[in-house]
């Protein structure tokens, strides 16, 4: 199983950039799927995440500005961010709970980091 994140880049204060990360692989269910961020020295945190019912959940700092959303049939995870602040700047990383179809185990996946940058 793979996932690839793809959609940062470099947008000024106010601007909006979507994000998506693409899962592949053999791939029997996705529980879970989210984007955190982290900036250099610090822990990875939550974004945002969303479950396989389509509950979804945020960030206090990013509510009102972003929209996680899924695609369940291409099994793709979005991020629509709106309104970026410079504090928004990061590399953000897409994580999935997967039951995997050879052993139906539930694994936890990462996605490798895309930046996002917001210039003031």
């Known amino acids: 199983v793979q996932l690839q994140a793809s959609g940062g880049g470099l947008v000024q204060a106010g601007g909006s950039l979507g994000l998506s990360c693409a899962a592949s692989g053999t791939i029997f269910s996705i529980n879970a799927m989210g984007w955190y961020r982290q900036t250099s020295g610090t822990q990875r945190d939550l974004v945002a995440i969303i479950i396989s019912g389509g509950s979804t959940n945020y960030a206090d700092s990013v509510k009102s500005r972003f929209t996680i959303s899924r695609d369940s049939t291409r099994n793709t995870l979005y991020l629509q961010m709106n309104s970026l602040k410079p504090d928004d700047t990061a590399v953000y990383y897409c994580?999935?709970?997967?039951?995997?179809?050879?052993?139906?185990?539930?694994?936890?996946?990462w996605g490798q980091g895309t930046l996002v940058t917001v210039s003031s």
């Open positions: 994580k999935a709970l997967i039951i995997t179809a050879q052993d139906a185990a539930l694994r936890q996946y």
